[in-house]
């Protein structure tokens, strides 16, 4: 199993009841996708298993997932923080100039003008629109809103974002 290829879904928040019940916070912005899962990889601390599915219940924010195997809250009390995972390719397609955030961090980001400003590290959620986190050597920490006006481009196989910086973004 090679855990490069796999993408966190949800994050084991604790137990619920006695018959090994774990409650789970979404870490995806499609929990319907949990209805349709036969099995789960759970890494636990970088030590992978995979789990089927027994049951599966939406309770209030979070998710109750009931795991073959784990039959009591002793067994589900190990797994706490665990992190649930599915293979890169069971992803849900999105449409064509939306990107997952794992796809972007670590892209390299250049400047129309200025060229190579440094490497995306870091994703924030505003509600109106992500900003992009570049960690650069010669201009600090900068703050890229992912607005149509700024992003030019994504490459995902050359590992690259194009962009055009809007004034005042960076200190000449």
Same mark, same amino acid.
């Given at each position: 199993m090679n855990s490069d290829k796999l993408v966190?879904?949800?994050k084991i928040a604790g137990t619920y009841g006695y018959a090994g019940w774990l409650k789970v916070i979404p870490l995806t912005d499609?929990?319907?996708?949990?209805?349709? =899962?036969? &099995?789960?990889?759970l890494n636990q601390g970088g030590k992978l298993g995979t789990?089927?599915?027994?049951g599966l219940k939406a309770h209030n924010n979070f998710y =109750?997932? &009931?795991?073959?195997?784990?039959d009591t809250v002793e067994v589900a009390?190990?797994?706490q923080n665990g992190i649930l995972q599915i293979d890169?390719?069971? =992803?849900?397609p999105l449409p064509e100039g939306y990107f997952y955030h794992f796809q972007l961090q670590?892209?390299?980001?250049y400047d129309e003008e200025k060229g190579l400003l440094g490497e995306l590290t870091d994703i924030i959620e505003t509600g109106a629109n992500d900003v992009y986190v570049v960690d650069s050597p010669q201009y600090g920490e900068i703050l890229i809103p992912?607005?149509?006006?700024?992003?030019?481009a994504v490459k995902l196989e050359e590992k690259r974002m194009e962009i055009k910086l809007l004034p005042g973004l960076i200190e000449d």
């Open positions: 966190a879904i949800g499609f929990p319907e996708r949990f209805y349709k =899962l036969d &099995k789960v990889i789990f089927l599915v027994d =109750l997932f &009931k795991f073959s195997g784990i009390q190990g797994f890169e390719s069971e =992803l849900y670590g892209l390299s980001v992912a607005i149509k006006d700024v992003i030019l």
